[in-house]
């Protein structure tokens, strides 16, 4: 699911998908991030 995204998720983190996963994942808001191809900036505003 996530390979697609591999460059979001290196340009995101400095990191491989490997060393990633090898580090424990990612958390579900640095995921959804990777995966609509944004960039992550340590928080994600929530809206309710």
């Given at each position: ?15 491989s ?13 640095e ?15 929530i809206?309710?």
């Amino acid at each position: 699911m996530i390979e697609p995204h591999r460059e979001q998720a290196k340009k995101n983190h400095y990191q491989s998908l490997e060393r990633l996963a090898e580090r424990g994942g990612l958390t579900w808001d640095e995921l959804v991030c990777v995966l609509a191809d944004r960039p992550w900036f340590g928080t994600m505003k929530i809206e309710k």
